[in-house]
């Protein structure tokens, strides 16, 4: 399951493409999960990077310098991190400069299998409905 889940998260959210430069960066989150989707990004392209470091103390704190500026220089990056990167200045440089990216804090396996189940579609779709409906 975990599998089809970085496949996913791969190939239809983020649409990584080969020769795309990607980084992924760790902050000590669930090995299994981050070698999933290492895994995944490399059926894909070459030109990847893994990035770990020490888990911050809280969301929002800014990842160390050369992180921030991996992020940047990257077309995609993704950050299944245990504190959230969404808030921090490096995340945002990152997208002005034209990366495509995914901060998704505190993911595990069972995210992943979650979205593989085709329940996050479903989901979607009833959102969807719902607001066609109003």
Known sequence: MLEKGAETIVEQCLKIKEGEDVV????????????TLVQKISEVTDSYELIEYEEPSEHGEE???????????????????????????ARRNANENGARGANSSRHNPRDLEYVS????????ETVREGLLAA
Request: aromatic residues 2%; without cysteine; glycine residues 8%.
């Open 24 to 35: 992924v960066v760790n902050d000590g989150n669930d090995q299994e999960l981050i070698d």
């Open 63 to 89: 990842p160390p310098g050369k992180i921030a500026e991996k992020l940047k220089q990257a077309d995609v990056f993704l950050a299944p991190t245990k504190k959230s990167i969404s808030h921090t200045d």
């Open 117 to 124: 189940s085709g329940r996050l579609r479903k989901g979607r």
